[in-house]
């Protein structure tokens, strides 16, 4: 399910923000029926976030990234920064050891109570610091396997509400479907027009993207239309794909890249041409999916090891280093 994430600023002469991270969490807990013990987990782990953040970068933000999928809900905390980065990740994470004149149990506490966690840092670039909490404790990870191969960053433009971008994972009958749509313009009505797209995708999962474009071109019909990429995989090494307007495909498997094609056009208003694509490829894939928030001026190349992260973990990287910061901005992951 498409949930609007929420940025919280941490500055290191004003700690209220991470009290405010804190209760965000809370809200957030409640509104999924996080177990007792998940809701206060949570809140320790976005504590510990913005504590890190303001002792060692001095300056950063949380993100606070909730999601539904496959009947399991849950949040993801994100803690990104620009600082001196980690030299160490391991024995940053051995309980006692500190940098900075603490007791050196953050990194470590938070591994403890996440069911997913990775740290990606480059020093004198910054650190960013990943903690998946399920709503309900999993006792076998191999359970949501599929979920653990997703990532997301889904963020309403600075100063709005609402976010115009949409996303949409739907795994069924041995075939999963991916896709990013981006409403026109800002706010609540370009939010109305990508969750439409969101509808129609969960009511026809059968469709083939080209198909689904077209019935979401007829539904869209009376909102501000949108831009859509969809993305269908049948369980082989073959990607069917379809887009129109400027959501941004990438497709990458080993040390090579495949950009996938989209055809102009805004969906629910003038679509000249839809045309649906296939990409194969060998061994395993990531797949990235992007709205027009993000730069298309990143490459994976130039994060060492970051293709091999979780995909939360790149999902965030490309978010914190190349988002325009003028746009709503949505960053799908997906390891296929």
């Not at 950063?60 to 999928?69: F, R, S, Y």
């Not at 809900?73 to 004149?101: K, N, Q």
């Not at 999916?289 to 293709?307: H, K, M, V």
Request: hydrophobic fraction near 45%; glycine fraction near 12%.
């Amino acid at each position: 399910m498409s949930v609007s994430h929420q940025r919280i600023p941490i500055l290191v002469n004003d700690q209220s923000y991470i009290g405010h991270a804190r209760r965000q969490a809370a809200a957030i807990a409640e509104s999924l029926a996080f177990s007792e013990t998940a809701a206060g987990n949570l809140g320790i782990i976005v504590t510990e976030a913005g504590r890190n953040i303001a002792l060692h970068a001095g300056s950063g933000e949380i993100v606070l990234a909730p999601w539904t999928m496959d009947g399991y809900a849950g949040v993801d905390v994100v803690a990104l920064d620009r600082g001196p980065g980690i030299a160490d990740i391991e024995r940053a994470l051995e309980d006692g050891f500190s940098t900075a004149g603490t007791a050196g149990t953050g990194l470590g506490a938070m591994r403890r109570l996440a069911q997913e966690f990775q740290v990606y840092s480059i020093p004198r670039a910054g650190t960013v610091v990943f903690a998946r909490v399920f709503a309900r404790q999993i006792t076998d990870m191999t359970a949501v396997r599929g979920i653990s191969r997703v990532g997301v960053m889904n963020l309403p433009m600075q100063g709005e509400v609402h976010c115009g971008d949409a996303w949409k994972v739907i795994r069924a009958g041995g075939r999963s479907l991916y896709m990013v749509a981006d409403g026109l313009g800002h706010g609540k009505d370009a939010a109305l027009a990508s969750g439409r797209a969101c509808e129609v995708l969960e009511q026809n999962p059968g469709l083939l993207p080209e198909d689904l474009l077209g019935e979401m071109h007829r539904a869209l019909r009376k909102t501000r239309g949108a831009a859509v990429s969809i993305a269908t995989l049948d369980g082989q090494r073959t990607l069917h794909y379809a887009g129109a307007g400027n959501i941004s495909g990438v497709l990458h498997a080993g040390r090579s890249h495949q950009n996938l094609v989209s055809m102009n056009g805004t969906v629910g208003h003038t679509v000249n041409r839809v045309r649906e694509f296939l990409y194969t490829w060998e061994g395993e894939a990531t797949l990235i999916l992007s709205s027009d928030g993000l730069s298309s001026r990143w490459a994976l190349e130039q994060y060492p090891g970051l293709l091999g992260k979780h995909p939360a973990l790149i999902a965030a990287v490309l978010y914190r280093d190349h988002c325009r910061g003028r746009d709503d901005v949505t960053v799908l992951v997906v390891r296929i």
